[in-house]
């Protein structure tokens, strides 16, 4: 019987098999059919602890007896006050800057950027209406960035195959050279430049460390570091989307955190639940939401939706909180990061592989394979091959990465990596 569902990023027509998966624990996902996957990518990037962590699929349980939904206009529930809360203590902080200290929510990373991109230019114009500065559109991103798919989100990333079809309706930014390695002054330079045009921008906006879906690219702390300061000396406000980057994935629980960088706006998501049930924050400084405070209705911050805050994910992400305060997470994703190092540098070695890469428990490396483009058939074979092996992976064109949940054991890093290794003799 064929299914009435259009999957996302999936072309129907090349008639690849959709696994259905009927239950999950752990790293493993079972499949209908009796057999199990290992989930190599934590189901896109989400499920950091584990699928169904107890604690959290308890939070939800309990929640959802008690308030499922309530309008967030001007109401409040407490697993949101107590989130709100949790995510400020925890927030990237470093002596001399602003902290964050306000929280928005939404249900993803999509719209957590947009909100961010939103309270920027919202920022800017309040700020105009009292004459205080001229008014600010222009927003700054960083080349091979990734934000979502919206059109907002997409406007401020790279733009190609993932968002050509709607590219008239896409706003113009300014790109800023993605600091390769050697290239990292032109980056700052170009920045720098940027910043000081006539036409001053309104944000900055960038993945921290490691830009993901655009091929996990990973530049140094002190450039990020550098890039915040160049934004802060120009008054032009510094957007950090921690959507992938965030809950450990690099790490620390924040990427911003190994460069002492605080944000003006921050924009989390995914892992935000451990991966349980959609939820997002952007997080902001108190000069942001004061631009918007005001007795003037015209200047409220005009962003709802229907779901804003849902009690059931908050109290997951209340529970998610409870795990980072009371386990050793941290201990956990360094084991998981030394695992996949020890493995990577051996995989490193074969004349199949090349550039391969790697921050905190997000590892990457490109297959020395012909007709390798994005568009090209390698990755749906690829994901074919990884599929029979009992693997959950989506390779970006020819780069495989990894980006697995921190409960997974060594032998399932054993069994990930041998089939990484057969992948490589098959297409290297
Ligand atoms: N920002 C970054 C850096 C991402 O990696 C993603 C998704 O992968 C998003 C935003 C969009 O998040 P979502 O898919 O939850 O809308």
Redesign the pocket.
């Known amino acids: 019987m064929t299914s009435p569902i259009w999957h996302p990023f999936h072309q129907h027509g090349l008639g690849e098999p959709i696994p259905r998966v009927v239950r999950a624990e752990g790293a493993v996902l079972h499949l209908a059919d009796g057999g199990t996957l290992i989930d190599g990518i934590s189901s896109?990037?989400?499920t950091t602890h584990g699928h169904c962590h107890p604690r959290i699929a308890a939070a939800i349980a309990e929640q959802a007896g008690r308030l499922d939904q309530l309008i967030f206009a001007g109401y409040t529930h407490e697993p949101a006050e107590e989130v709100a809360r949790g995510l400020i203590d925890l927030a990237p902080r470093a002596a001399g800057r602003d902290p964050l200290t306000h929280v928005f929510y939404s249900d993803?990373?999509?719209?957590?950027?947009e909100v961010a991109l939103k309270m920027a230019l919202g920022y800017w114009h309040n700020l105009a209406l009292d004459g205080l500065a001229p008014p600010r559109h222009r927003i700054l991103v960083l080349e091979h960035?990734?934000?979502?798919?919206?059109i907002g989100?997409m406007s401020v990333g790279e733009r190609g195959v993932y968002n050509q079809a709607w590219s008239p309706l896409l706003f113009d930014v300014g790109t800023i050279p993605f600091p390769a390695p050697g290239r990292e002054q032109r980056t700052l330079d170009s920045l720098e430049a940027a910043c000081a045009a006539p036409e001053k921008p309104a944000a900055f906006i960038v993945?921290p460390l490691i830009?993901?879906?655009g091929g996990m690219l990973i530049y140094p702390a002190h450039v990020l570091r550098d890039m915040a300061a160049i934004c802060a000396r120009h008054d032009v406000l510094f957007i950090a989307?921690?959507?992938?980057?965030g809950w450990g994935r690099t790490g620390t629980l924040f990427a911003c955190e190994q460069a002492g960088v605080v944000p003006d706006i921050m924009?989390v998501?995914?892992g935000i639940t451990g991966g349980a049930i959609?939820l997002?924050a952007t997080l902001a400084t108190a000069r942001i939401f004061d631009a918007h405070k005001s007795t003037d209705r015209a200047r409220l911050f005009y962003h709802s939706s229907s779901y804003t805050a849902n009690a059931i994910a908050c109290a997951a992400a209340a529970a998610n909180l409870a795990i980072w305060r009371e386990e050793d997470v941290p201990g956990r994703i360094a084991n998981l990061s030394d695992g996949i190092a020890a493995r990577l540098a051996r995989l490193a070695d074969r004349p199949a592989f090349a550039h391969a890469r790697q921050l905190g428990a997000i590892a990457a490396i490109d297959l020395n394979a012909p007709d390798a483009g994005y568009l090209s058939d390698l990755a749906p074979r690829l994901r074919a091959f990884f599929l029979a092996r009992g693997l959950l992976l989506r390779p970006l064109g020819n780069t495989i990465y990894l980006m697995p949940p921190y409960c997974l054991d060594t032998d399932q890093l054993d069994q990930v990596f041998a089939v990484l290794a057969d992948a490589g003799e098959r297409f290297g």
């Open positions: 896109w990037w989400v993803s990373g999509s719209t957590a950027v960035g990734y934000h979502g798919d919206t989100t993945e830009l993901g879906a989307d921690e959507v992938m980057t924009a998501a995914k959609p997002a």
